[in-house]
């Protein structure tokens, strides 16, 4: 018989961060990232438990990091999996190996809103292997851009993250439409290579810090740390609720070494 655990009880169903709905403001836009860890620890049994969870965080638009693809091995990409099972979205996806390499690794975006554009970046330092995966959505008729990215994962690495921060944010430039940043920056938002992110007046975090203890799973073998964020402009939106899931396990199998994490935002008048 199944059973289900709760990691801890901070992890609740409830919402860890809200805001009042302003007046005439718009419909929700629901976001999700989430680190799926590949092909790690018993994927066919994992799979089931990830569809689980992003079906239930009925997200608009979803970042995936950790996506493989692998002929050798008979895996399909996993992003295009995933979408199958939820049914309504498009994928996009991105790695650093070549189109058409046997084994592909990188991160995706899967989006139920009508994609508009889609453009890649290799982030530098280049021998890191870093990408980052933007699309542009139509929200109602009005275009919003969502990027994906996955930076370098060393503790002692915040000078590669802030390079890779800073070539990000040069290739986002101002930009004419809103702005959402997410996926797994591997470090929490004090870490100094997240500063132009976190400490940008442009970007507010959706979950902010100490909100919960931890996106990352500590029943893997990792230390509690908060390194997986959404970022969203300040000027083009309003946090209404951020919260992490995916926190249970089934038998001892727990959907990912990560949690996610979910937004809900609305685009300011």
């Known amino acids: 018989m199944m059973h289900r655990r709760a990691l801890l009880s901070a992890f609740a169903a409830a919402p860890v961060a809200a805001c009042a709905t302003l007046p005439g403001s718009s ?3 629901r ?12 994927w066919p049994k994992r799979l089931p438990l990830i569809v689980e969870t992003l079906r239930a965080a009925d997200a608009d638009v979803i970042a995936l990091q950790e996506v493989l693809e692998d002929a050798a091995t008979g895996l399909p990409n996993q992003a295009d999996t995933l979408a199958a099972a939820l049914g309504g979205y498009e994928v996009r996806f991105t790695s650093t190996d070549a189109e058409g390499a046997p084994r592909r690794y990188g991160n995706a975006i899967l989006s139920r809103l009508p994609i508009l554009e889609t453009r890649t970046r290799k982030l530098e330092p280049l021998d890191d292997y ?6 542009r959505v139509d929200f109602d008729g009005r275009p919003i851009d969502v990027v994906n990215t996955h930076f370098h994962h ?5 000078s590669i993250r802030a390079r890779q921060a800073a070539d990000l944010l040069a290739w986002i430039g101002e930009g004419d439409a809103p702005l959402i940043v997410m996926g797994d920056f591997n470090a929490p938002l004090e ?12 970007f507010v975090t959706a979950l902010p810090a100490g909100a919960v203890p931890t996106t990352l799973n500590t029943n893997e073998g990792h230390q509690p740390r908060v390194i997986d964020h959404i970022f969203v402009q300040r000027d083009g939106f309003d946090v209404v609720s951020a919260r992490v899931s995916g926190t249970a396990d089934v038998d001892g ?6 949690y996610a994490v979910e937004a809900v935002v609305r685009l300011k008048s």
């Not at 060393?154 to 915040?158: C, K, N, Q």
């Not at 870490?191 to 442009?202: N, W």
């Open 191 to 202: 870490d100094a290579g997240l500063a132009g992110l976190a400490a940008s007046p442009r």
């Open 27 to 29: 419909r929700p836009l």
């Open 253 to 258: 199998v727990w959907p990912s070494d990560h």
């Open 130 to 135: 870093r990408t980052a995966l933007r699309v």
């Open 154 to 158: 060393t503790s002692e690495g915040a």
């Open 31 to 42: 976001l999700a990232t989430f680190n799926i860890w590949h092909d790690r620890e018993d």
